[in-house]
């Protein structure tokens, strides 16, 4: 917890995608466990990773995906796979945030944090398991060269992408991490964001938002949320809301409106995980607190550790 809350905690122009780069490679280096990649700009490109792309074009930083793979048992044994977003400074890009606040942005890397305080966590505990972690970083800020409210792109996956506004790019940079992670051959795939507004009005700052295709995994993660004290709550991953993304210049558009805004961003992310057992946690209200406290809160590490140490005792 004290890993992600200090990198929580650092600022934009000091935490920046290279920076969360070296961090994960220093925990490589301190725990032979764990082997770190780092790939840049021309490789994500290579690997095509459109929609990843699109969303650090305003910036003068360097993108990086980064991925630490902890081996705790046999290689034969499936991955669990967390998905950290790391999106280092978060102004909206082109459809800008009120100013106010907006320094706030800086915990917008909290779900990457999580998972790099994770992968500490299981390294010192040595836990018979195998966990990979992928952090798509970058920013996100406006520029002559930033993406545009309209603008189409084609993921990963070779699903094309209408985006209409900017400052749903967490979900942009997270789909194309998803399909990736299919290369681990993934037991699991678990992705961690401060993803939407809308998840703070709807839980507040005590409950993270919980998504899920498989129940039986959400009931996993609802437990050990409950063991460590840091909970979350399940919301619907249904059919019904799909619809709200369909776009009439691309295979989806990457908002779907104020309603159910929180639902909608998950509806977007399953659409990209559909190989294997996923889910989501939208931690916008649970990974930093604002006002006199304001700071990062290290969640959800014990929710993440405790479900994975679940895992290796059942193994």
Request: charged share 20%; net charge neutral.
């Amino acid at each position: 917890m004290e890993l992600a809350k200090t990198l929580g905690n650092l600022p934009g122009n000091v935490c920046t995608p290279t920076y969360l780069a070296a961090k994960a490679t220093a925990l490589g280096k301190a725990h032979k466990s764990i082997k770190t990649t780092v790939l840049g700009e021309k490789d994500i490109q290579k690997l095509g990773m459109g929609s990843f792309l699109s969303v650090t074009q305003g910036s003068e930083q360097p993108a990086k995906l980064i991925t630490l793979e902890y081996h705790g048992t046999d290689k034969k044994h499936k991955p669990v796979v967390l998905v950290g977003k790391g999106i280092t400074f978060d102004s909206g890009g082109i459809s800008l945030k009120p100013g106010a606040d907006m320094d706030e942005m800086k915990y917008d890397m909290c779900g990457a944090a999580s998972v790099l305080g994770t992968m500490q966590a299981i390294a010192e505990m040595s836990l018979k398991l195998n966990v990979v972690g992928v952090i798509p970083a970058c920013e996100n800020l406006p520029s002559g060269r930033a993406t545009k409210p309209g603008d189409i792109v084609t993921s990963m996956s070779g699903q094309t992408i209408e985006i209409l506004n900017t400052d749903a790019e967490g979900r942009l940079i997270l789909c194309d991490a998803l399909t990736y992670s299919k290369k681990f051959n993934p037991d699991t795939v678990i992705d961690i964001a401060t993803l939407t507004g809308a998840c703070v009005i709807a839980l507040g700052h005590v409950a993270s938002g919980l998504f899920s295709n498989e129940d039986k995994l959400a009931q996993e993660l609802l437990a050990a949320g409950e063991q460590a004290h840091d909970r979350a709550w399940q919301l619907p991953l249904w059919e019904d809301y799909q619809p709200l993304l369909d776009s009439n210049f691309a295979d989806m558009q990457n908002i779907g409106g104020r309603a159910g805004g929180t639902i909608t961003a998950a509806c977007f992310l399953s659409r990209f995980t559909k190989d294997y057992r996923w889910a989501h946690l939208d931690i916008a209200g649970t990974a930093n607190k604002s006002g006199k406290e304001k700071g990062a809160t290290g969640r959800p590490v014990p929710l993440l550790t405790q479900y994975l140490i679940n895992r290796a005792q059942k193994s």
